[in-house]
């Protein structure tokens, strides 16, 4: 017997759910200031506002279904703030921090949730070649090799990065993205969100695989395990593995372990499939808290900073919903308008 | 190159529209498998490889991927063609072309679209594999935000090819293999295309009107000769555009002949012949003398190579249709 491959999957983490650093910060490569984990932090709490908000307007009526992203809030930021303003983000449609980062406003996220396409019409120039919202389950993995692709053709240095959750890679689609990636050497990264449920169907009965992050290596490209909930290793992954890629190094797939604290949309209930005292056990990795934790102990953090940050994320919150509201329901004529540059025969006699 | 004096097949124009306008665009694309140094597996794409390396892609064997990758490269701009082997393994990537390429402008409101070719071989009659005959064009027709383009001459292949790769929208580009190397026209390497969304008449009549597509055309064609020995007088219009329907050709002829037959290798129910039926039946009820009748495959599994042939409209069947329709006076 000939051993022809070893492999191995790493894990990081930095910061632990009882808010317990491994590391001097400061000394990862990259390197996480203070003045970034407040940067964080804000985002955060912003982005964990906001969904909170989106949920209410669903019960309210005032909004479609809506998929919370509460409990993944650092793995949005730290995307976001890797992300450079050239790259190109493919979301999967829990992302909430990282479109917020790119430019993507509460308003547009709001009216997509409420109902119109014209919440994936982003103005913001950072997300003008980010793709929109994508629920089809993994085929968004392929349009980012397929963006990652044509950057590699015109030799530029951006990267791609494209989120998908742990149900979606049981999918063929991400399987062929990872395969077409490590093929051709793509800048491109996968970032797999391992909320351990894919609506009521848990990790463990997706797949027999010990980690997602493994999958990566049947297709001959690193992968890794990074804690989901430790904004600090996420995001010195992914810079690393977004550099990488810049850098014409390949693409990586990145697991990142967290947990859906929320129902799977506002039209699901997980308490029928969801035991009780796992969800109030999983409360205790809790991302926010977890870095709020941090800071506290650190003096970087205080009650008052706190109630300033509730106080003008709400603000802002509020603007956008009104906005949102104020926005009036597209003509009828707009179903119609954008099927294709100029309308064809059929489509101009429906209009007509 | 052919020298452009020297006559060639339909698949040699889909060749000289590819190689025309790769060389003219830069933002063209060819991807698929086998589509780089073997030029394809009918040699659609030969000579592109060596010519442009960098934009001429042999992909892994995934048809979603195919679908998907192109996707990704048309938002950033460019311009792909993607390659199906053949029309039978689209399959796989009817999730991303109907999901996705269709309707990315629509979900975007015009901020991102998908100039992309899907091309693949159409059709039966030549006693290929299993899963190697197949006349899908109804499925991509009823999908909103694409056009369906089948040619039927190495002429139209090249022009409705490059206008396909100009079209800033999807197009499903179904070539009839069947007659890939069948006929030989000269074919001008002038970059010109042909309109996207119009009907051809390939010979006016005024006693019926045959409609057909693709391969089916030159089967029409030999029952209108066979019925002007009768002295009878077809009008035969190749439909070409499957989506949209060029319905003004149709309507003018039928108005003039007022007798219609629809002759599709596909298989009859839900086939592209019901949405002309349907749009005659409606718009020229005054019009007609006779019934409209459709010549079709029929409602059954695509046969094998051995009993291929029974299947597919023949010019016995067609003119059996057709005599029909003409007695009903």
Same mark, same amino acid.
């Given at each position: ?6 492999a ?5 983490q ?29 985002t ?11 949920v ?14 509460l ?6 930021t ?21 479109q917020?980062?790119r430019g993507?406003t ?7 949730w ?12 950072m ?19 397929? #963006? ?10 951006r ?20 395969? #077409? ?21 848990p990790?463990? @009965? ?5 980690t ?11 992968g890794?395990q990074?804690d ?16 990488k890629?810049?850098?014409? =190094? ?12 929320a ?34 102990? @650190?003096?970087?953090?205080?009650? =008052?900073?706190?109630?300033q940050?509730?106080?003008?994320s709400?603000e802002?919150?509020?603007q956008?919903v ?16 954008? @099927?294709t540059?100029?309308?064809?025969l059929?489509?101009?006699?429906e209009?007509? | ?9 339909l698949?040699?124009?889909? +060749?000289?529209?590819?190689? *025309?306008?790769?060389?003219q665009?830069k ?6 498998? $086998?589509?780089?140094? +073997?030029?394809g ?8 490889h060596? !010519? ?5 892609? %042999? ?20 311009k ?11 399959y796989?990537?009817? +999730? ?6 269709s ?12 100039? &992309? ?5 159409f059709?039966?009659?030549?006693h ?5 005959s197949e ?17 039927? /001459?190495p002429?139209?292949? *090249? ?8 079209d800033? %929208?999807?197009?499903?580009f ?5 007659? *890939?190397? !069948?006929?030989?026209q000269?074919?001008? %390497? ?14 006016a ?12 055309v ?12 009768? +002295? ?8 070409? /555009?499957?989506?949209?329907? $060029? ?13 219609l ?14 949405? &002309?039926?349907?749009?005659v ?5 005054? %019009? ?9 495959? *029929? ?5 094998y190579?051995q ?8 010019v016995? !069947?067609?003119?059996a ?9």
């Amino acid at each position: 017997m000939v051993k022809v491959n070893n492999a191995e999957i790493e894990y990081y983490q930095y910061l632990n759910a009882d808010a317990v650093a491994s590391v001097d910060f400061s000394t990862l490569h990259p390197s996480v200031s203070h003045e970034q984990l407040l940067d964080y932090y804000r985002t955060m709490v912003s982005t964990r506002l906001f969904d909170a908000k989106a949920v209410s307007l669903q019960r309210t009526g005032q909004m479609g279904t809506y998929p919370s992203c509460l409990g993944q809030e650092a793995i949005g930021t730290a995307i976001g703030y890797g992300l450079h303003p050239e790259d190109v983000f493919v979301t999967y449609y829990r992302d909430i921090a990282a479109q917020l980062l790119r430019g993507v406003t509460m308003t547009e996220i709001m009216l997509y949730w409420g109902g119109s396409e014209q919440g994936n019409n982003y103005q913001a120039s950072m997300a003008l070649q980010d793709l929109p919202h994508c629920v089809p389950m993994a085929s968004q993995c392929l349009h980012a090799a397929g #963006v990652a692709s044509a950057i590699k053709i015109r030799q530029q240095k951006r990267a791609v990065l494209v989120t998908c959750g742990d149900g979606a890679t049981s999918e063929g689609d991400f399987y062929e993205a990872m395969n #077409v990636a490590g093929t051709w050497h793509l800048p491109l990264v996968f970032v797999v969100i391992n909320n351990q449920w894919a609506i009521s169907v848990p990790r463990s @009965h997706q797949t027999a695989a010990k980690t997602l992050a493994q999958k990566a290596l049947a297709a001959g490209i690193p992968g890794e395990q990074v804690d989901g909930n430790d904004v600090v290793a996420l995001q010195t992954r992914l810079s690393l593995a977004l550099e990488k890629a810049r850098n014409g =190094e390949g693409p990586t797939v990145i697991e990142a372990i967290t947990y859906r604290m929320a129902d799977h949309t506002t039209a699901d209930d997980a308490s029928r499939y969801r035991d009780k005292k796992e969800l109030d056990s999983m409360k205790k990795t809790c991302p926010v808290a977890r870095l709020k934790k941090y800071l506290e102990s @650190h003096q970087l953090w205080s009650e =008052e900073k706190e109630n300033q940050l509730l106080q003008s994320s709400a603000e802002k919150i509020n603007q956008a919903v009104k906005a949102y509201l104020e926005t009036p329901v597209e003509s009828v004529e707009s179903l119609f308008a954008f @099927h294709t540059a100029v309308p064809t025969l059929n489509i101009s006699e429906e209009l007509s | 190159m052919t020298s452009p004096s020297a006559p060639i097949t339909l698949v040699e124009a889909v +060749n000289q529209a590819l190689h *025309y306008e790769m060389s003219q665009d830069k933002d063209v694309i060819v991807l698929g498998e $086998d589509v780089g140094i +073997n030029g394809g597996v009918f040699r659609a794409t030969i000579g592109l490889h060596e !010519k442009y390396p960098d934009r001429v892609l %042999d992909t892994p064997l995934a048809e979603s991927m195919i679908a998907g990758l192109s996707i990704g490269l048309s938002v950033q701009g460019l311009k792909p063609v993607a390659e199906f082997q053949f029309e039978g393994f689209i399959y796989p990537a009817f +999730n991303q072309i109907i999901s996705h390429a269709s309707r990315m402008r629509n979900r975007t409101r015009g901020r991102l679209h998908c100039p &992309i070719v899907f091309r693949a071989p159409f059709g039966g009659g030549i006693h290929a594999p299993e899963h190697h005959s197949e006349s899908p064009e109804a499925f991509f027709a009823h999908i909103p935000g694409i056009r369906v383009v089948i040619p039927s /001459s190495p002429a139209k292949a *090249y022009g409705l090819l490059l206008a396909a790769i100009r079209d800033p %929208d999807p197009v499903v580009f179904f070539e009839p293999k069947r007659i *890939y190397r !069948k006929i030989k026209q000269i074919v001008p %390497d002038h970059g010109k295309a042909l309109p996207l969304d119009k009907a051809f008449v390939l010979k006016a009549g005024h006693d019926i009107t045959l409609v057909s597509w693709g391969a089916m055309v030159y089967e029409t064609l030999e029952c209108a000769k066979l019925l002007a020995q009768e +002295n009878i007088s077809a009008e035969v219009i190749d439909l070409a /555009s499957i989506k949209p329907i $060029d319905k003004q050709t149709i309507f003018d002829s039928v108005r003039k002949t007022g007798r219609l037959v629809i002759i599709h290798e596909a298989p009859r129910t839900c086939g592209v012949g019901a949405e &002309i039926a349907a749009l005659v039946a409606q718009h020229c009820f005054h %019009d007609l003398t006779a019934p409209i009748t459709r010549v079709t495959g *029929y409602d059954i599994i695509v046969p094998y190579a051995q009993l291929e042939k029974e299947a597919m409209p023949s010019v016995e !069947k067609m003119m059996a249709a057709i005599k029909q329709t003409l007695e009903i006076l």
